[in-house]
């Protein structure tokens, strides 16, 4: 069974960094695609940043470019999300996950929740001016 575990989060001034980290458990045979989501009461899980199963395809939400950037170790079955120049807007739960792709789709990069199949328990980050 793969299992995301998040870690990293806090809380931080605006303007701050943060560096959210994943290291998911489980034998990952095939391709995984991943990606990090977050959602604040109320509101759908949204797609933040993600990446392909190979090739370092990468997506990001219009809220994030220029500021987030997000990072894969395959060797360690490791995903990381740089936080920079955080805003207040960025307050939310943030969760890592894999979604097992085919052969043909293994260099696409996927947003929607829905795609991923394997979720971890999320990270708050906090953002406060």
């Known amino acids: 069974q793969v299992q995301p575990v998040e870690s990293g989060g806090g809380s931080v001034q605006a303007g701050g960094s943060l560096r959210l980290s994943c290291a998911v458990s489980g034998y990952m045979t095939d391709y995984y695609s991943m990606g990090w989501f977050r959602q604040t009461p109320g509101k759908e899980r949204e797609g933040v940043a993600t990446?392909?199963?190979?090739?370092?395809?990468?997506c990001y939400a219009d809220s994030v470019k220029g500021r987030f950037t997000i990072s894969r170790d395959h060797a360690k079955n490791m995903l990381s999300l740089q936080m920079n120049t955080l805003k207040d807007e960025d307050t939310a739960m943030y969760f890592c996950?894999?979604?097992?792709?085919?052969?043909?789709?293994?260099?696409?990069?996927?947003?929607?929740?829905?795609?991923?199949?394997?979720w971890g328990q999320g990270t708050q980050v906090t953002v406060s001016s």
């Open positions: 996950a894999a979604g097992r792709r085919s052969w043909y789709s293994r260099d696409v990069c996927y947003t929607d929740p829905g795609n991923f199949e394997y």
């Open positions: 990446m392909s199963a190979i090739g370092g395809v990468t």
